[in-house]
């Protein structure tokens, strides 16, 4: 019956205004891929240290996750404190369309047309 789907049961929909309310050592989340991770209980055992964690906490740590190269063990890990998703409209994917295409077409950055 309806167990067919293993990878994510029911994520809970959050908005980031939720998310950035959780900043602290008590209670910190932090959101990697547009998931939610409360990773209060994982700070003291985190190898990167408490501190790296407590800084993107309350935002989207995927740019910093994903730029220490974390492995699959990491990855695997990480599922343990995944409580729920950002809702779509909060999503980053959803959320700046035009500056993510920003991003990869801001060409001419160099030009400067003081004179
Ligand atoms: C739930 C989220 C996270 C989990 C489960 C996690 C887990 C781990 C694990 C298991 C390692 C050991 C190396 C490896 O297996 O890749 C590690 C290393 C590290 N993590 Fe994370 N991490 C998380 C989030 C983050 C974030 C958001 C940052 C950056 C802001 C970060 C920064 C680091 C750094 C700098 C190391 C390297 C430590 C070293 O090699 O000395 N981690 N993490």
Known sequence: MGEEKKEQPDLKQLSQEEVEKHTTGTSSWLVIHDKVYDVTKFLEEHPGGEEVL??????????????????????????????????????????????????????????????
Request: hydrophobic content about 25%; glycine content about 10%; aromatic content about 6%.
């Open 54 to 115: 407590l800084e993107q906490a309350g935002k989207d740590g995927t740019e910093s996750f994903e730029d220490v190269g974390h492995s699959e063990d990491a990855r695997e890990l990480m599922e343990n404190y995944l409580i729920g998703e950002l809702r779509d409209e909060d999503k980053a994917s959803n959320k700046y369309p035009e500056k993510r295409d920003m991003w990869k077409s801001s060409g001419n950055g160099s030009t400067c047309s003081l004179s």
